[in-house]
């Protein structure tokens, strides 16, 4: 399915992210097709991933990338990202990117792109898990939680990413012993081109997803319920290694702290080697209605 001058989500995460190039430093994407929604913010971190890759000399991948959400986004809206061109080294490309909507900037970002090169080597390992082709779908893990399973389809649905849930659950204890800790397996539901940059791009895509779960965890709270806001502020990516996110990927996170309205969350996303493929870090509003 196609709608001339508008982006159809159904289409993929693939489709979510093409942009058209208006000059050599500015990009533009197209509008969904359908009723205004929210922008999810992992969508435009991508789209500002890709047009800073653009503009980047080949042969240099994503090794960072860091964010700052400013105001919502308007997914009837077409977003420009204006890229600088902060510094080209011998080995590291560094990028700015502000993506705008006629409301104002709804994002700042930083990408850094390196050539790649040697080094000492270490990485930690992920806690044990099942595969994902041995879970259950969403509709039997959460059969007997229909409140969460209908926010996570949504949620899935709207994104075009499917899930596996290691521990069985969105709110029950994670191994370990951490007290705010979650575990997700997840990937786009549609194949991504094969390009290196693509493929990065839709790792921002999944990283900015269900981490703020986590920061519930120690509360009676459920992120389903409706009585919790939150709204990220900055989001973090660090790539360690090539990683396809249109195949499984195993998300670790925990949440070390929440206070003064707002909690910290930090992840890893694992391939289903155990190679360790990136790390996240993320800051954002978290409200609660309290019940009475």
């Given at each position: ?71 919502p986004g308007d997914s009837t809206v077409p977003v420009t990202y ?32 390196q050539r790649p090169e040697g080094g000492l080597s270490h990485r ?132 070390d702290w929440a206070d003064a309205g707002r909690c910290v969350t ?27």
């Open positions: 399915m196609s709608v001339a001058g508008y982006v159809v989500p159904e289409d993929g995460v693939g489709a979510l992210l093409e942009l058209e190039r208006l000059d050599p430093l500015t990009f533009r994407s197209l509008p969904h097709v359908g009723e205004r929604v929210r922008l999810y913010g992992g969508e435009v971190a991508a789209q500002a991933v890709l047009a800073a890759g653009r503009t980047v000399p080949p042969g240099r991948p994503l090794n960072s990338f860091g964010v700052y959400y400013l105001l204006e890229v600088g061109t902060a510094r080209d080294g011998g080995t590291f490309s560094t990028r700015t990117v502000k993506a705008s909507q006629p409301g104002g900037t709804i994002l700042v970002a930083t990408a850094s792109f930690v390992e992920p806690a044990p898990a099942p595969m994902p082709e041995a879970l259950p779908e969403l509709e039997r893990a959460l059969a007997d939680d229909p409140v969460t399973l209908a926010w996570i389809t949504e949620v899935t649905g709207r994104l075009l990413v499917e899930v596996r849930l290691p521990d069985g659950s969105l709110d029950g204890p994670g191994p370990g012993g951490h007290i705010a800790a979650l575990r997700v397996w997840m990937r786009t539901r549609h194949r991504l081109a094969d390009a290196p940059r693509t493929q990065a791009a839709g790792v921002v895509y999944l990283s900015d997803l269900l981490m703020l779960v986590a920061s519930l965890r120690p509360h009676p709270h459920r992120v389903a319920d409706g009585d919790v806001w939150f709204a990220t502020i900055g989001h973090s990516v660090v790539l360690h290694a090539p990683a396809r996110a249109d195949d499984w990927l195993l998300y670790e996170v925990e949440s930090r992840g890893r996303l694992f391939d289903r080697t155990g190679q360790l493929c990136a790390s996240t870090t993320q800051e954002a509003v978290l409200r609660v209605t309290e019940r009475t």
